[in-house]
């Protein structure tokens, strides 16, 4: 045991200290049941998000009875400070269809918390779409909803996530849905968890 400790100290003075960045998740109560969870997907170290963008399959090109999905996939902007032309995109999984939206960015500060805009569960056969819309709350005190054409207009808003109590949000992990084949009824991205750093 006392070589081991040796050893890790001797690794310690060669490649000098780590950096480790505390994260707290950040969950809403009312995400939907289906999919698998992605992986976890983080900003670089000293860098937090304070803009998004959403990939949402528009309800018009489904517009006479096709499989709605709505939101598919949201993607992280990350910068060391608010402002920052120089970023870096992060996303965990992401569903099949739709179109990446405009990236929307807070006023100013990082992104805070969250709440999430779902469907519930239909009954009798009707066409689920789980989660439709996301809205952020940033740490220079603004709201923020993804915009974009003909969103879906299912579901409601829940609860908003607890507030980061670090400096912002830096990652997140998706729970999405893969293709259920051309019978079955597809719902792609229904839950997120943020991440929050100090």
């Known amino acids: 045991m006392h070589h ?14 780590v ?4 994260t707290d998740e950040l969950k809403v109560k009312n995400g939907g049941p289906w999919g698998s969870w992605g992986s976890k997907d983080m900003c670089p170290s000293g860098t937090y998000a304070n803009a998004f963008s959403l990939k949402v399959e528009s309800f018009i090109d489904n517009l006479f009875g096709g ?6 996939g949201i993607r992280l902007h990350c910068v060391d400070r608010p402002g920052s032309r120089d970023y870096s995109a992060i ?6 269809w739709g179109e990446w939206s405009d990236v929307q960015s807070c006023p100013s500060g990082f992104l805070t918390a969250f709440q999430l805009k779902v469907e519930s569960r239909q009954e009798d056969g009707d066409d689920d779409t789980a989660a ?3 809205g952020f ?7 923020v909803y993804g915009e974009g054409k003909n969103w879906g207009n299912w579901g409601d808003f829940g609860d908003w996530s607890p507030t980061c109590e670090g400096k ?3 990652g997140l992990q998706t729970r999405v849905e893969e293709s259920q084949g051309s019978e079955g009824d597809d719902t792609a991205l229904n839950d997120v968890i943020m991440f929050c750093c100090d």
Do not use: E, R, W
Not at 67 to 72: F, I, S, V
Not at 91 to 96: E, K, N, R, T
Not at 137 to 143: F, I
């Open 19 to 22: 950096s480790v960045q505390s």
């Open 168 to 170: 912002g949000i830096c």
């Open 91 to 96: 996303a965990s999984a992401v569903g099949d």
């Open 67 to 72: 499989d709605d999905t709505a939101l598919n």
């Open 137 to 143: 709350k940033c740490s220079g005190g603004d709201v």
């Open 4 to 17: 081991f400790f040796s050893m890790m100290f001797s690794l310690l003075a060669i490649i000098g200290p």
């Open 132 to 134: 439709n819309l996301i």
